[in-house]
């Protein structure tokens, strides 16, 4: 998969780290980039292609499909955290979150999947997170989410070996966002991150660890549960 010459997607191309895709997308020689969103007046990034896209609705993402019919590279950013207790929050606020992280992921890898195979393969993205392997009280649903979309990636990638598109996820710790904009952890730049990711696309890598956090975290899974959770090794 090379990048120079693509034709790109992103969803949540106006902001945060999909923005970062776009601008990484177009100086890195993309011949188009769609850069979607639920406002496409929304989007800033001088040469990219405004699609309204709300990943949640179904006739939306079969819009886009049909507009974006030349697509080679579909990046699957867009997410929502609403930061909500994992048990007594509302029961809609907990499905949002699936329903943008899960199924909004898969409707749209669905409605681009037959697109990439015409045009010659090509590559999905997704961008997943160091919370797909870890979760915290603050974090416990979209931790949740994600790592429901780590299954659905791995099982992607498994579906579309056959017409020669790569699937690769992105694991991420906190990134300079709006979305992490009340953590004081340590946070990476998301410019840096987009530029590793798309490195690691067109390296052909299934799994791209962009940080020291999802590398740890990562290295963690084979120990028991405890050496993970501080928690967990006090009781």
Do not use: C
């Not at 507009?67 to 809609?92: C, E, H, K, Q, R």
């Amino acid at each position: 998969m090379q990048i120079n010459g693509a034709v790109a997607l992103v969803t949540g191309g106006n902001r945060g780290l999909g923005e970062k895709f776009v601008q990484a997308l177009r100086d890195a020689g993309a011949a188009k980039v769609y850069a979607a969103a639920r406002n496409p007046a929304s989007v800033t990034v001088p040469g990219a292609v405004p699609l309204a896209l709300d990943i949640t609705d179904p006739e939306s993402v079969r819009a886009a499909a049909e507009v974006a019919g030349d697509v080679t590279l579909l990046i699957n950013n867009a997410g929502a955290s609403n930061g909500v207790d994992l048990l007594t929050s509302d029961m809609d606020v907990v499905r949002n979150e699936f329903e943008t992280h899960v199924f909004g992921t898969l409707a749209v890898s669905r409605a681009f999947a037959p697109i990439l195979a015409r045009n010659g393969g090509g590559a999905v993205l997704n961008v997943l997170s160091a919370l797909s392997w870890f979760t915290t009280p603050g974090s416990a649903v979209y931790s949740a989410a994600k790592s429901a979309e780590w299954s659905l990636t791995n099982a992607t990638r498994l579906a579309l070996r056959g017409q020669g598109t790569l699937v690769t996820g992105l694991h991420v710790g906190y990134m300079d966002t709006d979305m992490a904009a009340s953590v004081s952890a340590p946070k990476s730049d998301p410019a840096k991150i987009a530029r590793i990711a798309l490195d690691g696309v067109e390296a052909g890598l299934y799994e791209v660890l962009a940080d020291d956090t999802s590398r740890q975290v990562k290295a963690g899974l084979a120990a028991d549960p405890s050496a993970l959770y501080a928690e967990l090794a006090a009781s």
